[in-house]
């Protein structure tokens, strides 16, 4: 405990007697100043022990008195002391009684005792107090080393928790909470998602402080890391401002966190390579070489369906996939999945489960992005427009080649849409009259039809609508000539009147195809 004016009080050596407010001797003395000047106040800071002999002051004074006094604690002066027998046999009557009314504690101070002796006492227990602080923040260091060390992340915090006497929690990347101490700051730790989210887009290392009386305690929020962007991030929540020791405790806790999240970073890395090497074995047709260069690493991801997922980011703006990235590899961890993340220079391809937790958390994140939500709203790290991801349908590692042309192809149609995810089932399920909806396409039918178009502009005849009738009845003339109300002869003459404008003929399945979807491409809305 820091020294207080009662400790001082019942120091033998320096013989103080209370002659006000004894009922407030429990305050804390940070320093021990004397001063002779009539208002000290611009030089204090508060906390202080203030002594004087009265040299300059009118101590006779009532009115004078309740002044100082009064400026003397609204300055944050925890104690007065007064020296006897210098200026004054005893404490003017004055000054005693303007101490009792503002409640600021006046201390006698016997001429032997010099104010040199309780500026020694104070200091004294200031370094004993100091000495305390940081022999328990070094017992402390070593108990969450040891627990580290031996149950990891989740002892650690267990340890931490019961340094500081409240609670504390480990997130990771994306801001979901991997761990905390005790049981029940789980849901505490979950309500401060978005405030760890703010934290990360500042560079480490960070902190912050956040919570209240609303909330019943003080939570301070650190960055984990050593990079710029932070990979994880550790909140401690008490219900007082932390001692020297606590912040001992929970800057060692930083550091070591700190060593596990790069420790996991170069784990990740070697992870990242032989993910890459199962990945293009899988794309070569050699599932038996995957399985022996993964072994345990993937758990049962090669054996069972799974998804391809190929993203790309189609702006400059922030880092799209690495917060995509993010996002799976949380979801995954948090659910017990194995996933492979393999990113590349300009797009991220993903092996996950189907139907597991990975594949659903980025259907989430991508659809938070396509619904035009609040920047405070959305996952961390994403910008519409930014990102756009293709899925395959399920497969086993044999198909894994056509599983990877699948989601290249669903992704080609999602940046067509202008969209930011697209199912391959979805596109095999839909019409491709959409993916006609393309400049180039729309360019080519223009100009593949122009010749008819200004043939029908002069007033010569309706080639294009002729045309249309004829290929929608599948070249029936009969029935072509009867949707356009001509005779069947008319519609001949019209019929090869195209293939002499158009140089091609309509026997050739092919000009027949190109024509009908010319046609389709041009129509409107």
Avoid: N
Wanted: hydrophobic content about 50%; charged content about 25%.
């Amino acid at each position: 405990m820091p020294p207080t004016l009662a400790s001082l009080v019942h120091h033998s050596a320096l013989k103080l007697a209370v002659r006000a407010g004894g009922d407030r001797l429990d305050a804390p003395v940070r320093w021990v100043h004397a001063s002779e000047l009539a208002d000290p106040v611009p030089y204090m800071e508060g906390g202080e022990l203030l002594l004087i002999t009265a040299l300059k002051l009118d101590a006779e004074d009532p009115q004078a008195m309740r002044r100082y006094v009064r400026r003397l604690a609204g300055a944050g002066v925890v104690g007065l002391g007064f020296a006897v027998g210098v200026h004054y046999e005893d404490i003017p009557a004055a000054l005693v009684e303007a101490a009792e009314q503002e409640g600021l504690p006046l201390l006698e101070v016997p001429r032997r005792t010099p104010f040199l002796a309780i500026s020694k006492a104070v200091s004294a227990a200031l370094a004993a107090e100091q000495y305390r602080a940081v022999t328990a923040g070094f017992a402390a260091q070593r108990e969450l080393t040891k627990k580290a060390l031996t149950d990891g992340p989740e002892g650690l915090l267990a340890a931490l928790a019961a340094q500081v006497d409240g609670w504390a929690a480990l997130y990771d990347a994306s801001g979901a909470v991997v761990a905390a101490a005790p049981e029940w700051a789980g849901r505490r730790a979950a309500r401060l998602t978005a405030d760890v989210r703010k934290l990360r887009e500042r560079p480490t290392p960070a902190s912050a402080v956040v919570g209240g009386p609303e909330t019943d305690d003080r939570v301070e929020l650190h960055s984990l890391g050593t990079s710029r962007r932070p990979r994880a991030a550790l909140a401690v929540g008490t219900a007082a401002t932390l001692g020297t020791a606590e912040r001992y405790a929970v800057h060692s806790a930083v550091a070591l966190l700190t060593l596990t999240t790069e420790r996991s970073r170069s784990l990740h890395a070697a992870e990242l390579r032989i993910g890459t090497a199962v990945l293009r074995m899988l794309l070569a047709g050699e599932p038996d070489h995957a399985r022996a260069v993964a072994g345990d690493l993937y758990g049962d991801l090669l054996d069972a369906p799974f998804r391809m997922l190929v993203a790309e980011a189609s702006s400059a703006g922030g880092d799209p996939l690495g917060a995509l990235a993010e996002v799976v590899e949380s979801a995954a961890a948090q659910a017990g999945e194995a996933v492979l993340v393999v990113p590349q220079a300009e797009r991220l391809m993903v092996l996950a489960a189907d139907g597991g937790a990975a594949v659903t958390a980025c259907a989430e994140y991508a659809a938070a992005l396509e619904s035009g939500r609040s920047a405070a709203d959305k996952p961390a790290g994403g910008e519409d427009g930014a990102l756009v991801v293709g899925l395959s349908a399920p497969a086993g590692p044999s198909a894994a080649s056509a599983a990877y042309q699948q989601a290249g192809q669903a992704l080609s149609v999602a940046r067509r849409r202008g969209r930011v995810w697209v199912e391959h089932e979805q596109v095999a399920a839909g019409s491709v009259l959409p993916l006609l909806a393309d400049d180039a396409v729309r360019a080519f039918a223009d100009g593949l039809l122009r010749a008819l178009r200004e043939h029908d502009a002069t007033g010569r005849g309706d080639l294009v609508a002729s045309l249309r009738a004829w290929l929608s009845r599948h070249g029936q003339w009969d029935a072509a000539a009867a949707d356009l109300g001509v005779h069947r002869h008319t519609l001949r003459y019209r019929m090869r009147r195209v293939e002499e404008i158009l140089g091609r003929s309509l026997d050739d399945p092919d000009v027949r195809m190109e024509l009908w979807l010319a046609l389709k491409a041009t129509a409107p809305a």
